[in-house]
């Protein structure tokens, strides 16, 4: 065994239990999807109300996705902290 890989092993955190990882997929699910179907939701409205088809239902959607990335980012970052 090399020094170098001696040295990398310590620094590995333990894997995290399976049930704690499933969760996390589980929670990544609903901070994706539900901003993208709020923003799609609430663009078709206002398309609706304002006549601006397709505008806002695309505005909503690339905001949604926008909240979404940045929702997932913030779930990451915290859980790898623990």
Known sequence: MKETDRV???NKKPSPPLGESLALMGQ???VIVIPIV???????????KFHTSPIL???GLLLG???GIFGAYRLFSRAMKD
């Open 28 to 30: 990544l699910g609903f």
């Open 65 to 67: 996705l926008i909240s």
């Open 8 to 10: 990398i092993g310590m």
């Open 57 to 59: 239902i695309l505005v």
């Open 38 to 48: 709020l923003g799609a939701i609430l663009g078709s409205f206002l398309d609706g």
